[in-house]
């Protein structure tokens, strides 16, 4: 079974998976429960985090991480169809941890794969496994997730880590703030899916109007790749958002800051130093909970196929 | 030894690697065999499927690959000669697989090297490791090799792969047919082999003539990147061959399409879903033997010397 | 500990370490004494031999590499500081080799990682493993490095090498000359640290007039890439040393040639086939000091606090 999106968990496989990325964290873990697994990353755009995270989980575990050369070295250079690619490479991997340019690619190579696909970015989609470790996070950083204000904020139009964030936060009975300038808000269907699980939210333009609410700012950058005009992006630029340590004297003292990375202005480097600043902790939880995840699907065919055909 | 051309096999070295390979396939290997040992893929032209492909069998024998970054990556970018990085790389693995785009790189590398090197595609010369993974499947799908009547068509004059495979194929008693516009025939090299070996084989630009009679139908894509001239590539792309469902109800029920992809225009995605189609499974078999080629190489140091000086 | 510039070692570590090399050489190792360790290989530079010497020691002895794709696929594309990237990227291993071209980024990146950086070059200033390597050559090949005449010949000015060479020679008893052009040679800060340690040395444009009395001849290319003008380069080039079979008859019989490679004109490939030629040997011994270095490192916490304290 491929996990493609968020949708695809029930909470309760939330919760399972991470008290094991907890005991994984805790040490406590077979460093050979892999052995003999290959992990294929093949990422169509540039990453960083997202791909060594995988590939370092897959270590970790005694497996192997095998990547297909980014685009550029790809067969796809010489004319080959994705479908063709994913179909060959299946035989030489135990599951594949994919991002690509567009949304509908995943689906289609979900379709053509032998083996489980991860979706490790597609487009404006979105990015379930980032969803799966900001939630370990937020409930490690702050001892739960029910109950809490949540503040998503900046481009929540374009970046997939909200889209997933969202729609995995709408699993909990939080309250969500939306704060992005109206051009930059969360799609249709991703509100229709809050709407539909009964999520409490509100949107705003206004960080400052709710900061002082808030027990998590979740910060995004401008996708500023994903806009075409040039002068948009420069104009969005300078009304964007950005957390400074001032700010954050307006806010809760145990507010956490959270960003997926990468990181430009949106939050200070002056932040770093403050308690409050959980993103570099949120990036080394991405190797724990991605453990948990590669144990679970390798081992115990996870997600079932009744996730699959859960109706939300 | 090195590995640089088919000729330096026999049939019998064949016979082993097939046996072994299809041990491998049934999952009778010791997964530990090549523990400690390290691969070296070196290309120097863009490739998925043949590195992937013996970077999977090394890890999946428990041993290690270690590829040198893509040319541009390459300390040749400073200056450097081929046989200096050959001399450095050679201390850093055990054995090297390489692709160049000129045919006589492969000969000055295994000069050079103190490891075994393998040809993983040498310009327009020969692939050696793709014929006997094609070999291989021809031998499983239709349960033998010797008395097929085999069609080997396209672009026979650039593509490696149908220098190695006929080469190899001149090992067996079966009938070629060369199906090719004129001026893309095989070699004359390469059918100076055939005639030594007194196989029988037919020359045709015309497909339909023959293919009713063909049990396999072996398709290759034109060769544009080694053709200078764009409107000859255009013209010839135009008059090529390619494998329909339609086209296949003229041939035998059980003829297998095979192909070493890339595949462009050349079988259509329609063919897929047909059992003629072997292509995808051939991909799979060439991780199997890739597997046995390595472990004997590195274990058991095959090709040996004798079988290098044997005259053919 | 991080090991950034070759002062950090003692003499006394540097012996150890060669010894621990000359074990491992011999074949008198653990091969899973890395088992579950990562490195994690950042280059900001090109680089071959360096960086696959490094990940070939891990693997060598059980441990795993998972290099940083190279500059352009980092995030750093995406706008993220070094910091950042340094940040996150010590969550994945154990121990990072980086390479960077401006001289102040290892230190930077020393100051934020919450693993051991290892600097493998840093724009002109030092490549510390390079010089465990050399040493470790012209220990074993001339039986001792007390007392040996050694002539460091070309652009000492850029040279990293040279300028972690010429300090770690200052720990010996032994007699340098600086050979290159007057625009070329040593920086003062490095001459500075010859002085204080009270080594012999003597500066000449003039190879020839000092050849007959080294017992190592060290070569290195004109760093032409660290040179803005290209009519500097040509004119430098041209009368830059040449070391060639005539010359080496005016030189002792047992003078050893060694070169960190990547090699241009300045050693003829004429050389390669006399005994006195080592730089081949030379790149083969820096797999058996990394893996040396790599295993106190992550196992004995070498370099110690008390040696980064250590005053020069």
Tied chains: 1, 2, 3.
Excluded: W
Excluded at 49 to 72: H, M, Y
Excluded at 142 to 147: A, D, L, N, T
Excluded at 154 to 173: E, N, Q
């Amino acid at each position: 079974m491929s996990l493609l999106r968020i949708n695809q968990l029930s909470k309760a496989d939330m919760t399972a998976l991470f008290a094991q990325a907890h005991e994984i964290e805790q040490g406590n873990y077979n460093r050979e429960a892999l052995r003999g697994k290959i992990l294929i990353p093949m990422f169509f755009e540039p990453s960083t985090r997202t791909r060594l995270s995988f590939e370092t989980a897959i270590l970790r575990l005694g497996g192997q991480a095998l990547p297909v050369p980014e685009t550029n070295g790809l067969a796809i250079s010489k004319g080959e169809s994705l479908q063709d690619t994913i179909k060959v490479v299946s035989s030489f991997g135990d599951i594949i941890v994919m991002r690509h340019p567009t949304e509908t690619a995943l689906d289609l190579a979900a379709e053509c794969a032998t083996v489980p696909i991860i979706n490790g970015g597609n487009g404006c989609d979105e990015h379930p496994t980032q969803t799966l470790l900001d939630l370990y996070t937020i409930q490690k950083e702050k001892g739960r997730i029910e109950g809490l204000h949540i503040g998503l904020i900046g481009d929540l139009k374009h970046a997939r880590v909200m889209h997933s964030l969202a729609k995995g936060l709408a699993f909990y009975d939080v309250r969500l703030s939306l704060v992005s300038p109206p051009e930059l808000s969360l799609p249709d269907d991703v509100r229709d899916v809050l709407r539909q699980r009964g999520s409490m939210f509100e949107e705003t333009a206004d960080l400052q109007s709710i900061l002082g609410e808030l027990d998590v700012i979740y910060m995004v950058m401008l996708q500023h790749h994903r806009i075409s005009d040039p002068q948009t992006v420069q104009r969005l630029q300078q009304e964007y958002y950005c957390i400074t340590p001032e700010l954050l004297q307006t806010a809760k003292p145990d507010v956490i800051v959270l960003h997926p990375l990468v990181r430009r202005d949106e939050v200070s480097p002056e932040v770093d130093v403050l308690p409050n600043a959980a993103y570099f902790r949120q990036a080394r939880n991405g190797v724990f909970v991605r453990m948990a995840l590669l144990e679970q699907m390798l081992n115990h065919d996870f997600p079932g196929q009744k996730e699959k055909n859960r109706v939300f």
